[in-house]
């Protein structure tokens, strides 16, 4: 993995680590795009702190921003997370090769001991 992927997908760790940003994500997900005021609404924090949280958010690549008159809303954007989710994948996969090797091995002096 190259160290621009590296850092986009510790930007998206960094960002996911927040309870109260992945709740925006989730209220983003289930309602296509909304106001920093709409999620303030529905969130225990102040306005305030959902830009800040958004801009941690749009800084990892997890949202993008249109500005629609005076107000700007805000959309989930899929491609960092899915940069993350398929880190994860290869990581996953070679844990399990690494088991199934130590598992062949085990098993196979196992059957040596019993001969």
Do not use: F
Not at 8 to 22: G, K, N, Q
Not at 57 to 69: H, I, Q, W
């Amino acid at each position: 993995m190259t160290d621009e992927r590296h850092g986009a997908v510790d930007s998206v760790l960094v960002a996911l680590a927040d309870p109260t940003r992945r709740q925006m994500l989730d209220l983003l997900a289930a309602h296509g795009e909304a106001t920093a005021t709409t999620l303030a609404e529905r969130l225990p924090v102040s306005r305030q702190a959902v830009v800040k949280h958004l801009a941690v958010l749009d800084a990892a690549g997890l949202v993008s921003s249109t500005r629609v008159g005076r107000e700007v809303r805000y959309a989930v954007r899929s491609a960092a997370l899915d940069a993350t989710a398929q880190w994860m994948a290869a990581l996953a996969a070679d844990w399990d090769r690494r088991l199934a090797t130590i598992k062949r091995i085990a098993e196979a002096a196992e059957r040596d001991s019993r001969s």
